[in-house]
């Protein structure tokens, strides 16, 4: 699965995040019997969600964080003679249906049939064009920049605990990176020998860079000819676009690919494989863990309050 959330740790600062809806995956319910859990309870097995034993330990709520931050900046800004326009949310409903709440980009047929290899595109949610349109502005007004730095600076003040937070000491940098390579999915012997299933597959389509692995799709070439390399200036394609932009081309080849990795039993036993690597180190680090909810806790608290006293 493809992350979004490069920028993530960024989202206090400059408003940026992915295109994940923030919902935390929810303990199973009592009375679903039969239904696989996570060592901790925490997560419920998903495939359709690319759920992962590890998802609650990743970050904050995202889209709460961004929705404490526009409150504060509204009124913050506002002072300071600013209208501050705040980070749109996602349509009711839509994030979680392109991009989980660990913000992994989401693929199956459907997916494919509407936005190909656009990966993390929440149609009718333009975060990341605001997000762009506000850095030019800050560009172009220095006065709006320096409000909103002195805005910033101010909630970091006011809030301690989003300051400890955002800023991420060197143990807690090292613990994400420990989380992010304990889903080895992709180096289970048996995913290794379903990709070549896969690749067969895919044959008939004629494809002249057909990857070895479907997490690299699409290959350079095919990433060229549907708009996916528009250059290190350009808008990130798979963000600027909208479907309405995504060819009929793409739409038959990523729904082909969303086919054979059904078809071949690699996504199954990705998944698999992911799930199960990932519960072996949520047992195996339950304390370093546990202190990491209750900071991520913590953060979601602060933000409640902070919706609350300025919205």
Not at 212 to 218: F, G, K, S, Y
Request: overall charge positive; hydrophobic content about 30%.
């Amino acid at each position: 699965m493809k992350y979004l959330r490069i920028i993530a740790a960024l989202v206090l600062i400059c408003g940026l995040a992915s295109c994940g809806s923030g919902e935390k995956a929810s303990p199973t319910a009592p009375n679903d019997k039969g239904a696989k859990v996570s060592a901790d309870g925490l997560t419920r097995y998903d495939m359709s969600k690319w759920r992962l034993p590890t998802d609650p330990y990743r970050e904050a709520d995202t889209i709460l964080i961004s929705r404490a931050r526009t409150a504060y900046f509204r009124y913050c800004m506002k002072s300071k003679g600013y209208t501050y326009q705040g980070r749109p949310e996602p349509p009711e409903g839509q994030a979680e249906r392109y991009v989980n709440s660990a913000g992994r980009s989401l693929f199956d047929e459907k997916i494919a049939s509407e936005v190909g290899y656009h990966m993390g595109i929440v149609p009718g949610w333009n975060v990341y064009q605001y997000s762009h349109d506000t850095i030019e502005k800050s560009k172009t007004d220095p006065g709006y920049r320096d409000a909103k730095n002195s805005c910033f600076n101010k909630l970091m003040d006011q809030y301690p605990v989003l300051k400890t937070y955002e800023e991420k000491s060197e143990t807690g940098n090292a613990l994400l990176a420990s989380i992010g390579g304990a889903e080895q999915g992709l180096e289970d012997p048996k995913v290794k020998k379903l990709a070549v299933t896969w690749k067969q597959c895919m044959k008939p389509l004629g494809l002249s860079d057909l990857p070895d692995n479907p997490v690299l799709m699409p290959g350079p070439q095919l990433s060229q000819k549907i708009g996916l390399n528009p250059g290190a200036d350009a808008p990130q394609s798979a963000i600027a676009a909208s479907p309405g932009t995504v060819s009929e081309y793409e739409r038959k080849i990523a729904v082909a690919d969303a086919k054979c990795r059904i078809s071949s039993g690699w996504q199954q036993a990705y998944y698999d494989a992911d799930w199960n690597s990932a519960d072996a180190y949520v047992k195996k680090n339950q304390k370093e863990l546990s202190a990491r909810l209750g900071q991520i806790k913590q953060v979601e608290a602060t933000c409640r309050e902070i919706v609350k006293k300025y919205s």
